[in-house]
């Protein structure tokens, strides 16, 4: 296999942005990335989307987009694996440069959420569950990771200022960055003060529903030394799954796709979790930020949340955690979330986070983690300064 | 990149099966597939699907998918390009087996349809075509064909008589196919008595809605061998997109997506047409097969349909067309339809085509077309017996 590359990252706003459609937002990311790789063609593009079908009656994405992009008769395709349909594009596009295939690939992520009336968005989300075991008897995500908050609290004595010390902190590092939805502080006391969604979940639990896109260019470290752009190398990538339905899995206190793919990452990578300085991971509810920690191993089970409230996982910490501000405070888009992760990865890499969240030390290796659904499938991906 | 073989198929009844759902329809193609191989374990699997979200309310199938397979944890992914699914499904698992990355990879398509009420089916399916600038304005598959049918008869002089062969011929190939939708042959006079859907293209000149699975198992051609299975090598992959629009096109009476994928797919090869012994392509409607047949270079432009006339695509012709059926006779489950066509190129590649339907003189090397919407997208493979 090839050794593989990023040479550019781009991303719109992300928000509620009612005037652009889904084609226009990718095509501001993805022209985003190709100037800053300095690259004026691709040799293939895939498209991370969950579920375009539902949110706007579009498919066929891979097609469009290469079209719109002004890429005629491009080898573009979609992937989908619900929220980390980002996740999968790019580790989609890594395989197809490190086999020879193509040389520069597109990695995108897109989703358009604000369009579907009501109630739609939650329920075009649970298509990501199970439609006939869970979906069909009323559970929708809120739901699936309060049973998960609750099941962790009874076991390990997770508390509530647990999960509120992880919206604070995803909130300060989002406030620094230009590109979040939320892009503002809160306090422990107006995270516990929100409206309850789904018990002991509140609004400033959940993150947010989202319009927004990002993009990465990957080729070559041969191509990416000739671009003259910083060479932040891929060097690890795993992929697992899991049961959806969440009464399917043998424990609803841990993630097990999450583990068996930061095992297969680092495995491939030939480092152990000591050699990572920082992470982007899943926190689509605080719950989630907690479990997944404990899953990739950072913490011992039941003892995430703790670090959380210690400050380990903050920006001056020693393992930063959502240093863009995560899901929570940077917003949601699910099928860009993951291209998203991976951007502020190569920002931080690069020494180009912006606003004063530019960890100190100068990061070598970063890791993202980005997964679908309750934790149905997981991508890991490790990145190093070459 | 390495050497890559297919070493086992399997596929379910195409038809509509009320009785199975989505999970069980892919399972029972998929054990079948592995049976076939002889494997009792995949390294990774990608589904091909168009429109879960629409048809049944489902996403993540990837995840959904290898858990009822019993696969746990296993690296699952979805790939969607509107009818080309299959097709796209087959390439990313050729490309992961090639690359290194995973040794036995499955290959598998699905789509339920008939779950879906009243006009629903037409209308998830107009999702593969514009929905801004086609779809909002009322156009849906069958029409958009019927323009590309009245400009291939104005530009080329196409008459009723050749579209009405390519469905009696494929109705003829799919009567010995167990696994057809409608294993019934039917006359010129039948298609050109049907019911009119949208002129000239009649309910005879269509594919139908159908229910179906299909699963083919990839490998290196080293463990295909040590497997002790007929070695099929995959010798060539193409893939090109075009605007899916199809008021976007330069020309609505060829195929540009299919030109290029099949010259991508040859040049990999290193193989001319004349290399190919016979061909299952994408005859969603009977125009299809005509227009994709000049598109490949196989008749020249405007010759198509004499070629469907004079028998030159029969069992018994010079370049036989569609042994399987087709999506005409055999159905059109759409994510499952790429994937099926590769299935029929094994079985005549290894001698086991069904009832009669086998060629004559061992064909040595076949090809497949499978494409989305109108041709936004198109998946072309060729196959060669090592």
């Known amino acids: 296999m090839r050794d593989v590359a990023v040479v550019g990252v781009g991303m719109t706003q992300f928000g509620e942005i009612w005037e652009k459609s889904l084609r226009d937002l990718y095509v501001e990311a993805a022209l985003a990335a190709m100037d800053n790789a300095g690259v004026d063609h691709l040799d ?3 498209v991370g989307c969950m579920t375009p079908g539902l949110f706007v009656g579009q498919e066929h994405l891979g097609s469009l987009l290469a079209d719109y992009l002004g890429q005629k008769y491009l080898a573009a395709s979609r992937v989908e ?3 980390a349909s980002g996740g999968l594009a790019f580790r989609t596009a890594f395989i197809e440069v490190a086999s020879g295939m193509s040389d520069i690939v597109m990695a995108g992520g897109v989703e358009k959420m604000t369009d579907i009336s009501g109630d739609g968005a939650t329920y075009a989300l649970a298509a990501a569950a199970d439609q006939e075991y869970e979906v ?3 559970a929708t995500f809120p739901g699936l990771y309060a049973l998960m908050a609750v099941a962790h609290m009874e076991k390990y004595g997770t508390t509530r200022e647990m999960l509120s010390a992880v919206a604070v902190k995803n909130h300060r590092n989002g406030s620094m960055n230009p590109f979040a939805q939320y892009p503002f502080k809160i306090t422990r006391q107006q995270v516990e003060e929100s409206v309850m969604v789904a018990s002991p979940l509140r609004i400033l639990d959940c993150s947010p529903i989202t319009d927004g896109a990002a993009a990465v260019i990957l080729t070559t470290v041969d191509i990416a030394k000739k671009l003259g752009k910083p060479v932040i190398k891929v060097i690890g990538s795993g992929h697992a799954t899991d049961a959806i339905a969440l009464h399917s899995r043998d424990d609803m206190t841990t993630l097990k796709a999450t583990s068996v793919a930061a095992e297969k990452a680092l495995k ?7 050699d990572i300085n920082f992470a982007e991971v899943h926190d689509c509810f605080t719950i989630a930020e907690i ?3 404990e899953s990739l191993g950072l913490f011992k089970p039941g003892k995430g949340g703790e670090a959380a409230v ?3 996982t903050s920006l001056e910490g020693s393992f930063p955690i959502n240093t863009s501000g995560g899901l929570k405070s940077k917003g949601h888009p699910v099928g860009a979330t993951g291209v998203a992760q991976i951007i502020e990865v190569i920002k931080q890499l690069r020494g180009e986070a912006e ?3 530019q960890l100190k030390n100068k990061p070598k290796i ?5 997964m679908g659904g309750s934790g149905g499938s997981t991508l890991v991906h490790i990145l190093e300064v070459a």
Chains 1, 2 share one sequence.
Not at 268 to 274: D, E, I, P, S
Not at 366 to 370: D, I, K, L, Y
């Open 366 to 370: 970063g890791m993202t983690q980005n």
């Open 44 to 46: 293939s593009m895939v």
């Open 136 to 138: 069909f008897h009323g």
């Open 355 to 357: 606003n004063g969240r």
């Open 81 to 83: 694996s619900a929220c």
């Open 310 to 312: 210690k400050g380990e």
């Open 291 to 293: 479990v997944v920690t």
């Open 268 to 274: 491939m990578a030939g480092k152990t979790l000591k």
